[in-house]
């Protein structure tokens, strides 16, 4: 089992950068991929980027494509989503979430375990 812990988020302005971490915990969570999504009020919850188990394969929504990056330290049981450029329409609030198999998929079913979110509030 994993426990997921999402911290970062904030009230910034458009342009500005702001990292997001998600800590896990379990003695296997090396083992497993991790995504981003995020969910704005009164949307769908929605894929925003996913890492494998390695950190050698990374996928994104198009949205953030060039602008968002994600990556782990294992040895920290940390992953990050450095946000750059960010956009008034990137406000949301951001989950991270884990997957058991394989590199993880774009939906939320294809993950197990969700930390509790973290808002990310940008205005223009």
């Known amino acids: 089992q994993v426990q997921l812990v999402e911290t970062g988020g904030g009230l910034v302005q458009a342009g500005i950068s702001l990292r997001l971490s998600c800590a896990g915990s379990g003695r296997t969570f090396r083992s497993y991929a991790i995504a981003w999504f995020r969910q704005a009020p009164g949307t769908e919850r929605e894929f925003v980027a996913k890492i494998n188990w390695s950190g050698s394969r990374a996928g994104y929504a198009d949205s953030v494509q060039g602008r968002f990056t994600v990556s782990r330290d294992n040895t920290k049981q940390t992953v990050y989503l450095q946000m750059n450029s960010l956009k008034p329409e990137d406000t949301a609030v951001y989950y991270c979430?884990?997957?058991?198999?394989?590199?993880?998929?774009?939906?939320?079913?294809?993950?197990?375990?969700w930390g509790q979110g973290t808002q990310v509030t940008v205005s223009s």
């Open positions: 979430a884990a997957a058991g198999v394989g590199y993880g998929g774009t939906s939320t079913a294809d993950y197990d375990y």
